[in-house]
């Protein structure tokens, strides 16, 4: 005959069993992010255990975005804030820090050498004074959103030790990943190298000098070209070959559709701000692909 359970025992399993559920049942940390390709980043690593908003709404301007009285109510819930560098950030990370100081702001980008972000005459022997500011989109290049993805793991573990190695693993899963990406953009762009492709707006400066392009950008920091500078990117485009201007859905298309027409050539969209950030590598190495003579 089986000897029954000692209460106890009988106890101690069903605190534990109790505790078990609390804690798969706990409310996921709510995190703030600001540009919508972190919100994938933050939920590859994050899972379950975080709720995810996002400052930049879908459309805005990252660079001068101003958030919503509604946002900034949310923001005093926050556990966490991951920055990522971008303009607006310079104004604001003080203000949400006052808003909640119990949240903890963690800068994803740390740990990344930045480039600078080049003006349309970077390539003549004269140099405006938008040659010395670092560019900010750091994000469209897979190695570095690696280091981002370590810094966005470390503030996770620190604010939820408990989960520490799901975030670990989640890590690794996503640097698969992101490894895998890159091989595959490495080899679309394998017998490319040196190319030139021109944009509005220079955001892909990182992709470009991930993968041995060159980006030619149209305007900086959101001031258009004068006529004069106008004119040398229509002449350099047709010097070079360049049949397509990429522009940003965030910002004007006057200057980019006048280049297109006088060359011949089209418009067509490059978006550094989707949500899908692999499958928007992807078909966009393939437009710049499509675009490199």
């Given at each position: 005959m089986k000897k029954p359970i000692a209460p106890l025992l009988l106890a101690l399993i069903c605190l534990c069993?109790?505790?078990?559920?609390?804690?798969?049942?706990?409310?996921?940390?709510?995190?703030?992010?600001?540009?919508?390709?972190?919100?994938?980043?933050?939920?590859?690593?994050?899972?379950?255990?975080?709720?995810?908003?996002?400052?930049?709404?879908?459309?805005?301007?990252?660079?001068?975005?101003?958030?919503?009285?509604?946002q900034m109510i949310a923001l005093s819930k926050a556990g966490i804030y991951f920055a990522i560098g971008i303009g607006f950030e310079d104004v604001w990370l003080k203000r949400f820090g006052s808003t909640n100081p119990t949240m903890k702001i963690v800068h994803t980008e740390q740990g990344i050498d930045k480039i600078p972000m080049l003006s349309h005459d970077h390539q003549d022997s004269s140099h405006d004074e938008h040659d010395g500011i670092a560019d900010p989109h750091v994000w469209l290049s897979p190695p570095n959103v690696k280091i981002i993805a370590k810094n966005i793991s470390d503030g996770l573990s620190q604010a939820d030790p408990a989960h520490r190695a799901d975030y670990e693993e989640n890590l690794r899963k996503f640097e698969r990943e992101i490894d895998d990406l890159d091989a595959e953009l490495r080899k679309v762009f394998s017998d490319r190298k040196g190319a030139k492709f021109m944009v509005f707006h220079p955001a892909w400066g990182y992709?470009?000098?991930?993968?041995?392009?060159?980006?030619?950008?149209?305007?900086?920091?959101?001031?258009?070209?004068?006529?004069?500078?106008?004119?040398?990117?229509?002449?350099?485009?047709?010097?070079?070959?360049?049949?397509?201007?990429?522009?940003?859905?965030?910002?004007?298309?006057?200057?980019?559709?006048?280049?297109?027409?006088?060359?011949?050539?089209?418009?067509?969209?490059?978006?550094?701000?989707?949500?899908?950030?692999?499958?928007?590598?992807?078909?966009?190495?393939?437009?710049?692909?499509?675009?490199?003579?």
């Amino acid at each position: 005959m089986k000897k029954p359970i000692a209460p106890l025992l009988l106890a101690l399993i069903c605190l534990c069993v109790f505790f078990q559920a609390a804690n798969s049942s706990a409310a996921p940390i709510p995190v703030f992010v600001s540009i919508l390709p972190q919100k994938t980043f933050v939920e590859k690593i994050g899972g379950a255990f975080v709720s995810v908003s996002v400052m930049v709404l879908p459309g805005a301007n990252p660079h001068n975005y101003e958030p919503k009285p509604g946002q900034m109510i949310a923001l005093s819930k926050a556990g966490i804030y991951f920055a990522i560098g971008i303009g607006f950030e310079d104004v604001w990370l003080k203000r949400f820090g006052s808003t909640n100081p119990t949240m903890k702001i963690v800068h994803t980008e740390q740990g990344i050498d930045k480039i600078p972000m080049l003006s349309h005459d970077h390539q003549d022997s004269s140099h405006d004074e938008h040659d010395g500011i670092a560019d900010p989109h750091v994000w469209l290049s897979p190695p570095n959103v690696k280091i981002i993805a370590k810094n966005i793991s470390d503030g996770l573990s620190q604010a939820d030790p408990a989960h520490r190695a799901d975030y670990e693993e989640n890590l690794r899963k996503f640097e698969r990943e992101i490894d895998d990406l890159d091989a595959e953009l490495r080899k679309v762009f394998s017998d490319r190298k040196g190319a030139k492709f021109m944009v509005f707006h220079p955001a892909w400066g990182y992709f470009a000098h991930a993968y041995g392009l060159e980006q030619i950008p149209v305007e900086i920091e959101g001031k258009e070209p004068k006529p004069s500078k106008l004119k040398a990117l229509i002449e350099q485009a047709k010097r070079d070959g360049i049949r397509i201007v990429f522009v940003q859905p965030q910002f004007s298309t006057k200057s980019a559709e006048a280049i297109a027409k006088a060359i011949g050539g089209e418009v067509a969209v490059a978006d550094d701000l989707h949500p899908e950030w692999a499958n928007n590598l992807r078909e966009q190495a393939e437009k710049f692909k499509k675009a490199l003579r």
